[in-house]
């Protein structure tokens, strides 16, 4: 659905140079958002061009759309008006990077995959560890609000993102923020734009804080034969003092998952095969160190566990942790490979409401058929996915556990929102869950940034 207005071919080609500029049913089809196809696309290689097509925007009152590696696409409501792609793939450039310094500046449409190499160079990294790593771009990932299992040691990208730059509405190039971490006065803009997915402004530079790179790294596992043992542990861990780099706790069903052959399809790096144990809960957790301290850390693991009823632990050495952590970070992918009607919901409750959480959802699918697994990271936030099995009442009963669980958790004073889904279900539910009390805040910020009404339209929270 375009907005009415009539997009000119020409005028594009005009500010990005004719071999940049995308036309044709074919070519557009790869930049459809929930099924609307737009009606050019543009690839452009500077902020600038960025910028000259946002004034175009705005004047002629298109609706526009970045757009990365296209692996998270799917993330909000369908948009009310699209009528131009902005393909950030061009804009891929390392700017300026000072390992000595642990400061980067980068273009957005670097892949995540391709920046890991450059730092990994200088035994750094960046702390996104997010589904699709392979392919996702710096922006996307942003603008998308994912979060990862280095969540729990590091924070959201709002920790460790220093500075940006970005073409508001009214297609004027904006700084905020700064490059190095004792850092400029004035207010933080930027973080506006992570989890927008783009209904802000189009990102065209992003300035990280890095970090080095575990040199000894280990990985420790327990199984339980109840979710209450395995948050008794949970809880232990996070009194103790020890400090890890991850803290996941596995649901009855992702041994089976992270065990399949999709799963090592997605992520063909070695695991041992019953890594996590099936048909129980467990608790995985990574840690780095040196030799001595892993030992010690292992030692207080294996006490905890015992103290907390594990029935089973392993040590997780070096050579498998790329293999279970990736099965991990690679969960929404999985499961998406998994079966297209996936539903996969995240949901955020206080530490202490976790094991309630955890009991409404579950007791909601119940009888359901339908195959569930969740994944709760370190931070507390539960992922949880639905897979229909393959009868006929499958689908409509994952469709109604979806909203009574969102229902479930709004009531106890947590978010839900669907992160994947089948586009049909966005036709019944608001993928955003129950308007937030700080919405009309949320809508000076959009007029304010987006006057014209041109990012992304419809798709964020409240039809932003
Ligand atoms: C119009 C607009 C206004 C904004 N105003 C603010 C602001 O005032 N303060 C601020 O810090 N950031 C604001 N942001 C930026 C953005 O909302 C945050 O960066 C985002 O909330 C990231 O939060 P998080 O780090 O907790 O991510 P996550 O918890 O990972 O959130 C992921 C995504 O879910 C969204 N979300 C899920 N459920 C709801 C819901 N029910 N209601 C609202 N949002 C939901 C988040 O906004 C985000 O897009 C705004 C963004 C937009 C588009």
């Not at 737009?38 to 600038?48: D, L």
């Not at 996702?136 to 730059?165: I, K, Q």
């Not at 979710?227 to 861990?237: D, G, P, S, V």
């Amino acid at each position: 659905m375009s907005s009415g207005a009539k997009i000119a071919a020409p005028r594009v080609a005009e500010i990005v140079g004719p071999a940049n500029a995308v036309d044709g049913a074919d070519k557009l089809a790869a930049y459809e958002v929930d099924g609307v196809r737009p009606g050019a696309a543009a690839r452009p290689e500077t902020a600038e061009e960025i910028a000259g097509l946002v004034k175009y925007a705005a004047t002629e009152k298109l609706a526009v759309i970045p757009i990365g590696a296209r692996t998270m696409l799917g993330i909000g409501m369908p948009p009310a008006r699209y009528d131009l792609a902005i393909d950030m793939t061009r804009l891929d450039r390392v700017i300026s990077y000072d390992p000595g310094d642990l400061t980067l500046s980068v273009e957005p449409g670097i892949p995540l995959a391709k920046l890991a190499a450059t730092l990994a160079e200088h035994k750094q990294f960046l702390p996104l560890g997010v589904p699709f790593f392979d392919c996702a771009t710096v922006g996307g990932t942003l603008a998308s609000g994912v979060d990862s299992p280095l969540r729990h040691a590091y924070g959201t990208a709002r920790e460790f993102v220093l500075g940006m730059e970005f073409v508001s509405g009214d297609g004027a190039v904006t700084k905020s923020g700064g490059r190095v971490v004792k850092n400029v006065s004035g207010y933080d803009l930027h973080k506006l734009m992570l989890g927008a997915i783009g209904s802000l402004g189009v990102i065209t530079r992003v300035n990280f804080k890095t970090f080095p790179r575990p040199a000894l790294a280990r990985g420790f596992f327990a199984a339980f034969e109840t979710m209450e043992k395995a948050l008794e542990l949970r809880e232990r861990i996070m009194r103790s003092k020890l400090s890890l780099l991850t803290l996941d706790l596995g649901s009855p069903g992702t041994g089976e998952l992270f065990s399949s052959a999709t799963a090592a399809k997605v992520v063909p790096e070695v695991v041992t095969a019953d890594l996590p144990a099936h048909g129980k809960w467990t608790i995985s957790c990574g840690f780095w160190g040196s030799t001595d301290v892993l030992a010690r850390y292992e030692g207080d693991l294996q006490q905890m566990a015992a103290d907390s009823g594990a029935i089973r632990v392993d040590t997780i050495g070096e050579d498998e942790i790329p293999g279970q952590f990736g099965r991990k970070r690679e969960f929404v992918a999985i499961v998406s490979a998994l079966s297209p009607g996936a539903i996969v919901m995240k949901l955020s409750v206080r530490a202490s409401q976790l094991q309630e959480a955890h009991a409404k959802a579950r007791s909601i699918v119940g009888a359901a058929p339908v195959d569930h697994v969740t994944l709760t990271n370190g931070a507390g936030v539960i992922y949880f996915a639905m897979l229909p099995r393959r009868t006929g009442d499958a689908t409509q009963a994952c469709r109604q556990a979806t909203g009574q669980i969102m229902k479930a958790i709004t009531a106890l004073g947590g978010y839900a929102t669907i992160i994947r889904c089948p586009l049909e279900l966005k036709r019944e539910i608001n993928v955003w869950g129950a308007p937030r009390e700080d919405f009309p805040l949320m809508q000076r910020v959009k007029r304010a940034f987006d006057p014209h009404d041109i990012f992304a339209p419809g798709r964020f929270v409240g039809g932003l």
